[in-house]
């Protein structure tokens, strides 16, 4: 078993990574790269992305994040597509509002810890805990070896317990641990807040609110959606979502998640969104939650008590709606997003509008002192840090260089090296005598 880090290797982002064994392929995730366009991005030089070809088996989604599956726009349609079933739905339900949302055609569904076995392959799903819902790392393994590759996680989310199940029970005899690193070098990756600690957070802002409190979060971020609903149980508020999130949170097919039906869940249909349910005839889904609707005019009578998604979009009807006065915005999205144009934008209306600007939020992934826990448990020959922006300090905590983005390592490289290493001091045996 051999494997490419096509790409992602020394980025944040954009992962693709080839697996080959006795002439079949495997990929594991086809990221679309962080600030790329799909249109000027290329599918990495993969045989069978795009021309039919056998050898390629099919690809492993590690989870619904577009730096993960991005690219599979570009994919031909019948190649198999091993994703969580909760993710693809997920990805589903967002083609209707969005373009990076995709519908796949060929699909083999992950479960946690259930090995599925296509050509060479045994890839074995481990369901982690990560900011996008149904997220899993998996274990490849072929001829005897094997490789397990992280996806991205954490371990202070809403599914903790996961990490902590996989540093009590992890897989055997790992050759090759291929490790998301993407908080290595950032300053605050120390002190990173759980998403409990952050509905603390939410419960003081809602409290101290004096009008409506505006949240701008990913609906897709299901453990931050949860976090806001509690902090909004515990402070008397409803939660107004847009159609779209209303959708996602339906799509995860978990009943324990609040959605449609839940007391003090509203959602709210934005005129963009309104749009995309007439262009794409989804008339259904609007009308599924066409019971728990709130409407435009009846947002200023409601402010007080009312916490609401917010989209950028929404400014302009926000605005007519005369419901902003005393208003709160709080930001729950990665903060270096404010120093980009939009960001920047976004500001100068809070100002002009009076809303204040408050930070909420927490890393999806793993701080570096948990990478380092996962490392211990699994104690695989060889760790390889990817997803990250730092590839020097990644070989410096895990004794590891980055492999090259043409470059084909074998797995197991350790021994394989060890083997020679023995044969050649037995030559120098047999020579000496
Ligand atoms: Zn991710």
Same mark, same amino acid.
């Given at each position: 078993? +051999?494997?490419?880090?096509?790409?992602?290797?020394?980025?944040?982002?954009?992962?693709?990574?080839?697996?080959?064994?006795?002439?079949?392929?495997?990929?594991?995730?086809?990221?679309?790269?962080?600030?790329?366009?799909?249109?000027?991005?290329?599918?990495?030089?993969? !045989?069978?992305?795009?021309?039919?070809?056998?050898?390629?088996?099919?690809?492993?989604?590690?989870?619904?994040?577009?730096?993960?599956?991005?690219?599979?726009?570009?994919?031909?349609?019948?190649?198999?597509?091993?994703?969580?079933?909760?993710?693809?739905?997920?990805?589903?339900?967002?083609?209707?509002?969005?373009?990076?949302?995709?519908?796949?055609?060929?699909?083999?569904?992950?479960?946690?810890?259930?090995?599925?076995?296509?050509?060479? $392959?045994?890839?074995?799903?481990?369901?982690?805990?990560?900011?996008?819902?149904?997220?899993?790392?998996?274990?490849?393994?072929?001829?005897?070896?094997?490789? $397990?590759?992280?996806?991205?996680? %954490?371990?202070?989310?809403? &599914? =903790?317990?996961?990490?902590? &199940?996989?540093?009590?029970?992890?897989? !055997?005899?790992?050759?090759?641990?291929?490790?998301?690193?993407?908080?290595?070098? +950032?300053?605050?990756?120390?002190?990173?807040?759980s998403e409990d600690d952050l509905e603390k957070e939410f419960i003081r802002h809602f409290k101290a609110a004096k009008g409506l409190v505006l949240v701008y979060a990913s609906g897709q971020n299901i453990d931050r959606l949860v976090t806001i609903f509690r902090a909004c149980l515990r402070t008397g508020k409803q939660f107004i979502v847009d159609m779209y999130t209303a959708a996602?949170?339906?799509?995860? =097919?978990?009943?324990?998640?609040?959605?449609?039906?839940? !007391?003090?869940?509203?959602?709210?249909?934005?005129?963009?969104?309104?749009?995309?349910?007439?262009?794409?005839?989804? $008339?259904?889904?609007?009308?599924?939650?066409?019971?728990?609707?709130?409407?435009?005019?009846?947002?200023?009578?409601?402010?007080?008590?009312?916490?609401?998604?917010?989209?950028?979009?929404?400014?302009?009807?926000?605005?007519?709606?005369?419901?902003?006065?005393?208003?709160?915005?709080?930001?729950?999205?990665?903060?270096?997003?404010?120093?980009?144009?939009? =960001?920047?934008?976004?500001?100068?209306?809070?100002?002009?509008?009076?809303?204040?600007?408050?930070q909420c939020h927490t890393s999806g992934h793993a701080a570096v002192k948990e990478l380092k826990k996962l490392g211990d448990a699994m104690s695989p020959k060889d760790t390889i840090v990817i997803h990250t922006a730092v590839p020097v300090l990644a070989a410096e905590q895990f004794g590891c260089s980055t492999p090259g983005s043409t470059e084909w390592v074998q797995v197991p &490289?350790? %021994?394989?090296?060890?083997?020679?290493?023995?044969?050649?001091?037995?030559?120098?045996?047999?020579?000496?005598?």
């Open positions: 078993m +051999r494997f490419c880090i096509h790409r992602g290797a020394k980025e944040i982002g954009g992962n693709c990574v080839e697996i080959e064994s006795q002439g079949k392929r495997l990929v594991l995730d086809i990221g679309l790269p962080l600030d790329a366009e799909l249109e000027d991005t290329p599918l990495p030089s993969i !045989k069978g992305l795009a021309e039919a070809d056998p050898s390629l088996l099919g690809i492993v989604i590690s989870h619904p994040h577009q730096d993960h599956y991005g690219l599979a726009h570009k994919v031909r349609a019948e190649v198999p597509i091993l994703i969580g079933p909760a993710a693809q739905r997920i990805l589903e339900v967002a083609s209707i509002f969005t373009p990076g949302g995709i519908s796949f055609q060929n699909i083999i569904p992950l479960q946690d810890r259930a090995p599925i076995a296509i050509g060479p $392959f045994t890839i074995t799903p481990y369901l982690m805990d990560h900011s996008a819902y149904d997220s899993y790392a998996v274990l490849v393994e072929a001829e005897g070896n094997r490789l $397990f590759y992280s996806g991205d996680f %954490r371990a202070h989310g809403r &599914k =903790g317990k996961l990490f902590r &199940k996989l540093l009590r029970d992890p897989p !055997k005899g790992v050759d090759v641990l291929l490790m998301e690193g993407t908080n290595l070098g +950032r300053e605050d990756a120390q002190a990173i807040q996602v949170l339906e799509a995860t =097919g978990n009943a324990n998640i609040p959605q449609h039906g839940f !007391k003090n869940l509203r959602v709210y249909l934005p005129s963009r969104q309104k749009w995309k349910i007439i262009e794409t005839r989804s $008339f259904d889904l609007a009308k599924r939650h066409r019971s728990c609707r709130i409407f435009p005019e009846e947002l200023a009578d409601e402010a007080l008590r009312s916490v609401m998604l917010f989209r950028p979009s929404m400014r302009g009807e926000l605005a007519k709606a005369k419901c902003l006065a005393d208003a709160t915005l709080i930001y729950s999205l990665w903060r270096g997003y404010l120093d980009r144009q939009d =960001g920047q934008r976004l500001q100068e209306w809070l100002m002009q509008q009076g809303i204040i600007l408050v &490289k350790y %021994r394989r090296v060890r083997a020679w290493a023995r044969q050649s001091r037995n030559i120098g045996k047999r020579d000496s005598g």
